[in-house]
């Protein structure tokens, strides 16, 4: 079993920034790949970014392509989402999940987080 916990959301005006961080516990990070999915009210939850489990490849969406960046700290256990020039349509409520190889698709993920809100306001 794989437990990660979410923090970093909050509220924030169109332009700026925000750090999520997922911090891991159960199991090998480094075994892990990691992603970051979002989902709006009346929306699927959609893809945002993953990483592999060295942290030496990384995918974007192409909504947040160039704003924002995806790393992880093996030795933490702990994956960051830092998102620059957020706009309104950045806000979801924002999931940190876990499985065995970086994919596109919620369904590839085994372990999810309990979500954290970011609401960026225009």
């Known amino acids: 079993q794989v437990q990660l916990v979410e923090s970093g959301g909050g509220l924030v005006q169109a332009g700026g920034s925000l750090r999520l961080s997922c911090a891991a516990s159960?199991?090998?990070?480094?075994?892990?790949?990691m992603g970051w999915f979002r989902q709006s009210p009346g929306k699927e939850r959609e893809f945002v970014a993953t990483?592999?489990?060295?942290?030496?490849?990384?995918l974007y969406a192409d909504s947040v392509k160039g704003r924002f960046t995806i790393s992880r700290d093996n030795a933490k256990n702990t994956v960051h989402l830092q998102m620059n020039s957020l706009k309104p349509e950045d806000t979801a409520v924002y999931y940190c999940?876990?499985?065995?190889?970086?994919?596109?698709?919620?369904?590839?993920?085994?372990?999810w987080g309990q979500g954290t809100q970011v609401t960026v306001s225009s």
């Open positions: 159960g199991r090998t990070f480094s075994s892990l790949a």
């Open positions: 999940a876990a499985g065995a190889l970086p994919a596109i698709v919620a369904g590839a993920y085994n372990y």
């Open positions: 990483i592999n489990r060295s942290g030496g490849s990384t």
